[in-house]
């Protein structure tokens, strides 16, 4: 499976169960670290690539100026139709946002239209990571920001760990998951630094934030990863059967390291700052 393979996975009813069990688990705890670092940059025009169901978006509403403008793309018109129906009414902040389908990696907007991009939790999925780069780079403005997450090692996400732990398990011949080769496989800081350079974006930091995942039952989370990501794709190719062994199992692991009631478990991912010279 390529990057961009697993990318398009995120069709069809995928995006209500990403929405429903991957986000608040996941992808709700990040949002806030990230909106936070972007509105403190006090951007007038932003662009989000890969944004998903929004949930990256909904907190930039809601946290920058009255007169900034936001762009929100998905390379997924069922991600960003879940998005749009989410957003509701303006909230005190920026108002409508537009959303667009568009491939990060072929941008459509011109040269140096947009002071800040933001990407969460999406480049892991991106075939050409420079060329991605580049255009991010070609659409910011000169002194323009670019903050963007990616996923430690699997190592230091034990859900996700437990989670490829029970599919190894059931389907000991398969390949490696989605979760293990893409969404937890580009966390080395050396690649990183190369790819924004070769884009010709200038590298600021990456920041190691550790944070909580925390779910009502391990069950929940066990099957927020086989309902609700890219590995619920993947797993259309077995029967049914493979599915519901693999939650069985990683619910039962789960639980065996994180208890029976209400779970807390640790997750890591890093944060790139980069910058148009």
Do not use: K
Not at 230 to 251: F, H, K, N, V
Request: some cysteine.
């Amino acid at each position: 499976m390529s990057d961009r393979d697993a990318g398009m996975l995120f069709q069809g009813s995928l995006p209500d169960a990403y929405e429903d069990l991957m986000v608040p688990l996941f992808f709700q705890p990040f949002a806030e670290d990230l909106v936070a670092r972007a509105a403190a940059l006090e951007p007038v025009d932003v662009l989000e690539i890969a944004a998903g169901t929004g949930v990256v978006t909904r907190g930039l509403v809601g946290s920058l100026p009255g007169d900034s403008t936001i762009v929100a793309t998905d390379l997924n018109s069922d991600m960003l139709a879940v998005a749009a129906a989410l957003e509701g009414e303006p909230t005190e902040g920026t108002g409508d946002v537009t959303w667009r389908v568009a491939d990060a990696q072929r941008l459509p907007f011109d040269d140096g239209s947009f002071d800040l991009v933001v990407c969460q939790f999406g480049v892991m999925f991106f075939r050409d990571r420079p060329g991605s780069n580049a255009e991010v780079m070609r659409v910011l403005r000169t002194g323009g920001n670019y903050i963007f997450s990616a996923w430690d090692s699997i190592a230091t996400n034990p859900i996700p760990s437990l989670v490829d732990e029970a599919y190894r398990r059931v389907l000991p011949d398969a390949r490696p998951n989605v979760i293990t080769s893409v969404a937890h496989g580009y966390h080395d800081h050396d690649r990183i630094r190369a790819d924004v350079e070769a884009g010709g974006l200038v590298l600021g930091t990456i920041d190691t934030v550790d944070l909580v995942a925390v779910a009502d039952s391990a069950q929940i989370a066990a099957a927020a990863l086989a309902y609700g990501s890219a590995l619920a794709a993947q797993l259309d190719g077995y029967p049914s059967s493979a599915r519901e062994e693999i939650e069985m199992i990683a619910t039962q692991l789960i639980e065996h390291e994180f208890g029976t009631g209400p779970i807390r478990a640790p997750m890591r991912a890093f944060v790139v700052t980069a910058l148009r010279p």
